[in-house]
């Protein structure tokens, strides 16, 4: 196929037999072969030197294709070149792209059935359009089905509320027989929703769906191409009865923004349910509003204004999206600060800041005017249907500043690459094509600053910052595209910075010392490799489906009990002045005698920031078999003492993939 490209076989050799040095004592291994390591025609597993061949062999096969179909002119022998010095620097893991590109570039979902969105990480989806017509009136709740099938995760907000009324159906029925597809299970949704909107619409009642089930394959089935086992039709059954509950109630009613993210959540935990897919959401809502404030205090009944309790069914799904606010500067902080200081929500979006700038050091340019909100882990601005690549650097891996600016060209390719697919949604191709937006993120910022002075930092992020863009212009050049209208962010980081051993986007870890925990299926085919590492397995206490493995973990630098919450947001607002375009992604560790300074901290930093959350600091011992538990040097030291390198298994289990823009809470 003349549009493949293909590196040498005699150079991926050389790297077969190579340590890439994954981190924190086999966990960046592990979470490899849970994670990335695909499946081979051959029913093996990959190997991390051919993981990355796939994904370097993919991105450069988009590059091609794109450039041949438009006659722009190809070059093998610079391709070749320019790939094995991208593969080099992926397979040291000086930089590496999103966990959504490890797991699905290369593979027959990007270059074959064409869902392009399975490469991006998350996405944002604007209510505000509801009142215009019927198809977009349930454009966003399909939208969010399907992005969050792929392991996209969305972020929406509920601009939509009272733009239009909600009608129950005629009695007469309609048959829909429910195709076992991802886009027959959201058509289906579709349908129902329009047949509670179409009368606000065109003056007659939708009629009453009735859904036919046989066609969905059973629980159990492994699913081909997005991988994972089919949970059967009950999560989709319960979600359609679900909306139809909420739905009944809202007869001859505007539809609310109560109405708007239950339907948002209902779709996240019908994902979840189904065990192949995890999704994230983020609520978006002024605030202002005191129904949107109390969204998650399920006993409080917004039409009454009083708590009555009988709207506690709610948090079976309520759950599903981290709620955040619009704010500006403006705001008064005091009520809404207490509000987080109980369980770390609200979080807090700038939209004027986003939308007025880019990075903080610079002029305002409005480059950003038309966004509408952000990511689930706020460090994408994004116009609605938008989508966001988030590529990693690791500046604490770098030999020298040099290396690192050389790493930040292939780093900013990654991501660049990524815009020239098409998803199969035309609105979010429109903006995609148009924005280019990508976010070339800086991760294990605090390992730097450990090794190395601020200013350091500073001087790496303003050169960096500065090359990125000489490459926009030099690749936006040769791709004939627009330059991309923002290019760098700091993602919080999931599985990727487990990879590279580093912690996690621009937050300090938890302890000194400790004990990361883990799940995997009992039945893994990895479980006695992990024992006979001499790592500690014990039966999870919650599922005993599953067991939890340990392992002990020493961070050479400060962790959360050296740093205050001033110091916390102090870095994300350096990041967010001197490296980031787009956003910082900063969870704010606070103790429970620092509560009374988000309030504060809020009204000092709000010309320096543009979206930031907080999180009360768990006890230790909170629950049994926490992610993090701390531990002496002593304990440390006897539990390492115990371990020898994870043997190479072939575990015969696909890849499960990062979910989406997760936080460094691994889910394996």
Request: charged fraction near 25%.
């Amino acid at each position: 196929m003349k549009l493949k490209f293909k590196l040498t076989d005699d150079f991926v050799e050389k790297y077969r037999n190579t340590d890439p040095q994954f981190g924190f004592n086999g966990l960046g291994l592990l979470t490899y072969y849970r994670t990335y390591s695909r499946l081979k025609e051959d029913g093996t597993n990959e190997q991390w030197f051919e993981t990355v061949r796939r994904v370097v062999e993919g991105c450069y096969s988009l590059q091609k294709e794109y450039i041949l179909n438009n006659d722009l002119g190809w070059n093998d022998n610079k391709a070749q070149e320019s790939a094995q010095e991208m593969y080099d620097r992926m397979f040291k893991m000086k930089f590496l792209p999103p966990g959504r590109m490890l797991w699905a570039m290369g593979t027959p979902i990007i270059h074959e059935k064409k869902v392009g969105q399975a490469l991006f990480n998350c996405a944002f989806v604007s209510t505000d359009q509801m009142g215009r017509s019927l198809e977009d009136a349930t454009l966003p709740f399909t939208f969010m089905m399907d992005m969050s099938m792929v392991g996209v995760g969305v972020g929406f907000d509920v601009a939509g509320a009272q733009r239009l009324k909600i009608y129950k159906p005629q009695s007469e029925e309609e048959v829909f027989i429910i195709p076992d597809t991802r886009e027959g299970w959201v058509e289906s949704l579709r349908r129902l929703l329009a047949s509670y909107f179409q009368q606000h619409f065109i003056g007659t009642p939708g009629f009453t769906l009735r859904f036919d089930y046989s066609k969905i394959r059973s629980a159990g089935v492994t699913i081909k191409g997005f991988g994972g086992i089919s949970s059967g039709p009950a999560p989709l059954e319960n979600l359609h009865e679900q909306v139809r509950s909420v739905l009944e109630k809202e007869h001859d009613k505007y539809i609310s923004l109560t109405v708007i993210t239950d339907i948002m959540n209902m779709i996240g935990q019908c994902v979840v349910a189904g065990n192949v897919r995890r999704t994230a959401q983020i609520a978006l809502g002024n605030v202002d509003n005191e129904e949107y404030r109390k969204l998650k205090d399920y006993s409080w009944d917004a039409e009454e204004k009083i708590y009555t309790g009988s709207r506690a069914e709610r948090a079976a799904y309520g759950w599903a999206s981290n709620n955040s606010v619009f704010v500006d500067n403006q705001t008064d902080f005091e009520e809404v600060a207490n509000q987080t200081a109980i369980n770390g929500e609200p979080g807090y979006i700038f939209m004027d800041n986003i939308r007025a700038f880019s990075r903080l050091c610079d002029p305002a340019d409005y480059k950003d005017s038309k966004a509408k909100g952000t990511n689930p882990c706020g460090e994408q601005s994004l116009e609605s249907f938008e989508l966001c690549c988030l590529v990693e650097t690791f500046p604490s891996r770098a030999e020298s500043k040099a290396d690192y600016l050389r790493t930040l060209k292939f780093a900013y390719m990654v991501g660049k690459t990524a815009t020239l697919v098409s998803t199969t949604w035309h609105q979010t191709n429109r903006v995609q094509k148009r924005n280019r937006r990508i976010g070339t993120s800086v991760t294990g910022v605090t390992n730097f600053i450990d090794r190395n002075s601020l200013e350091t930092l500073r001087d790496w992020l303003q050169d960096g910052y500065n090359e990125i863009q000489k490459w926009d212009e030099i690749y936006s050049s040769w791709l004939c595209v627009p330059r991309s209208i923002k290019t760098t962010s700091v993602k919080p980081s999931g599985t990727v910075s487990l990879l590279a051993g580093v912690n996690p986007g621009c937050h300090f870890p938890e302890f000194d010392y400790y004990i990361r925990r883990v799940r995997i299926a009992k039945t893994s085919a990895l479980v006695p490799a992990l024992k006979e590492a001499g790592l500690d397995i014990e039966d999870d206490v919650m599922d005993n489906s599953s067991v939890v493995v340990s392992f002990p973990v020493h961070n050479q630098g400060r962790s959360q009990k050296d740093v205050s919450i001033w110091e916390q947001v102090s870095l994300a607002a350096f990041l967010q002045t001197y490296w980031s375009d787009n956003q910082v992604s900063c969870t704010v560790t606070f103790k429970p005698e620092e509560a009374n300074q988000i309030a504060p901290i809020l009204d000092y930093f709000k010309y320096s920031l543009k979206s930031i959350s907080f999180l009360p600091k768990l006890e230790v011992g909170a629950y049994a078999q926490m992610p993090y538990e701390a531990i002496t040097r002593e304990k440390y030291v006897e539990m390492a003492s115990k371990l020898q390198p994870i043997k190479y298994v072939n575990h015969e289990e696909d890849a499960e993939a990062e979910k989406f823009c997760n936080n460094d809470v691994c889910t394996i």
